[in-house]
């Protein structure tokens, strides 16, 4: 409806937004997210690029546990109990791999916020969801390039180069990024450098030994078994152990079992789901935490 001012020309009331108003403004707000995402994830890939020194040491640690240790075992046993250990020791090689990027990109988190980088994020008109989106995904792709390297070395543990390493490569992808979200919500909790670092180790190495890939989880003894199959990464291990191609499971016979649930062992594809679920579960609280004025 008109209205007449005496010092102007007729104006008209602005009635409240209309569906393509709302539309418009949806997809603005979608694509500032996933040009964000697209940022962040670029972010991270330059700054783990750039630092190759970083890179090289993060595969000391695999390698010495693949080479050495499995090495070493493989010839301490009896080849009655054991074909080859490095083959049953490989999966879990594979994931500690992808820890690393998992921790780098956690306190990246809490160096920019000390140094107010995340302030200066914060305030982009964008949902704090993409920002944590875009440096999980930076971080698992990192984890994917940590796994592919160890995953080169598979014929040293009698892995051959056969199409299944694809889905090998898929199910790395995803535990590289539940680490990192893991690693994302420990960062978003915790302010101090110091402290996520001690955190983080603390709770990254028991994790890794009770997730089934020293030793396998059946005839262990009842708290120390209970403690394995209530891990979550024992399945990311398990996963990835019957998904390789060649030995895989096998490497130690019998002793070899998956973790069973009262008798009955878990597909690979639940398995995957259950890393799926933690995944988002871990990501879901981190962006709740983050949604907090900081």
């Known amino acids: 409806m008109a209205q007449t001012d005496v010092h102007g020309p007729p104006t008209t009331k602005a009635g409240p937004p209309g569906p393509a108003a709302w539309a418009a403004g949806r997809d603005r707000a979608l694509t500032r997210d996933l040009r964000t995402i697209r940022v962040l994830w670029r972010r991270e890939t330059i700054r783990f690029g750039r630092n190759k020194l970083r890179i090289a040491m993060g595969m000391v640690t ?41 921790i780098a990109v956690g306190a990246s988190i809490v160096w920019d916020r000390r140094s107010g ?27 994917a390039v940590y796994g592919v390297l160890i995953l080169l070395l598979g014929p040293v543990a009698g892995v051959p180069y056969r199409p299944g390493l694809l889905l090998v490569l898929l199910q790395v992808v995803l535990v590289s990024f539940a680490f990192t979200a893991l690693g994302v919500t420990a960062a978003v909790c915790i302010r101090r450098p110091e402290t996520f670092q001690v955190a983080v180790s603390l709770c990254m190495m028991p994790l890794f030994f009770l997730s089934g890939a020293m030793f396998p989880a059946d005839g262990l003894p009842g708290w120390l078994g209970a403690a394995v199959r209530l ?29 069973d649930w009262w008798g009955w062992t878990p597909p690979v594809s ?21 949604s907090r004025v900081e």
């Open 270 to 290: 639940v398995e995957t789901g259950l890393i799926t679920v933690l995944a988002v579960l871990a990501l879901a609280v981190a962006t709740r935490r983050f």
């Open 231 to 259: 891990n979550p990464l024992t399945y990311a291990v398990d996963a990835l152990r019957r998904t390789m191609p060649g030995e895989g499971a096998a490497a130690m016979g019998n002793r070899a079992a998956s973790p």
């Open 117 to 143: 980088f995340l302030r200066q994020m914060l305030v982009a008109p964008v949902r704090r969801s993409a920002i944590l989106v875009g440096t999980c995904l930076g971080g698992a792709t990192s984890g």
């Open 62 to 102: 695999p390698l010495m546990f693949l080479l050495i240790l499995g090495t070493g075992l493989n010839s301490a046993l009896s080849e009655d109990s054991l074909r080859d250990f490095r083959a049953f020791l490989f999966p879990g090689v594979v994931l500690m791999s992808v820890q690393a990027p998992a």
